[in-house]
């Protein structure tokens, strides 16, 4: 294993990590909810009264984001130029992996923000498992299709 050097972002990431966590805690002590997309989601396909606004601005938040953080202009230390996505796959592959994911949601009761980030900040056992889970998940899952096929 290597690391590509040229993109490594220690700095951005780690304030991005700070800002994420800051985020959560700021929500579930204001609202009382878990900062989990595939909750907030989720809530969507139910709604239920005055429930929808807020859903949908922190969901264009999240679209928005990449966008806002292109234009900001300048490539310093602190912000480094963004590398432009890849993804070596066709839209059909996307699309199953997409729905493969929406299912696992489902079947964890949550996605990876949600037990990753909330369920682990409160020491839930769920929330380690789940976690350990999708961890091990993936990395089998590169090691499958990157060494094995």
């Known amino acids: ?23 959560a ?18 809530g969507l396909l139910r709604p239920t009264a005055g429930d929808t606004g807020w859903r949908l601005s922190l969901l264009a938040g999240v679209a928005a984001a990449p966008w806002v953080a292109q234009g900001l202009g300048q490539t310093t230390a602190w912000w480094p130029a963004q590398a432009a996505p890849r993804i070596d ?27 990753g980030v909330c369920g682990l900040s409160r020491l839930s056992p769920r929330s380690l498992v789940a976690t350990l889970s999708f961890m091990a998940a993936g990395f089998v899952t590169v090691a499958l299709l990157r060494h094995a096929f």
Do not use: E, K, Q
């Open 89 to 115: 796959a066709g839209w059909a592959l996307v699309v199953l992996a997409g729905l493969l994911v929406g299912a696992g949601t489902r079947y964890a009761s949550g996605c990876t923000s949600g037990h």
């Open 25 to 42: 805690a700021a929500f579930v002590l204001l609202n009382g909810r878990i900062l989990g997309i595939s909750g907030i989601v989720g």
């Open 1 to 23: 294993m290597t690391i590509d050097w040229n993109h490594f972002t220690p700095w951005s990431a780690g304030i991005g990590g700070v800002l994420l966590g800051l985020a």
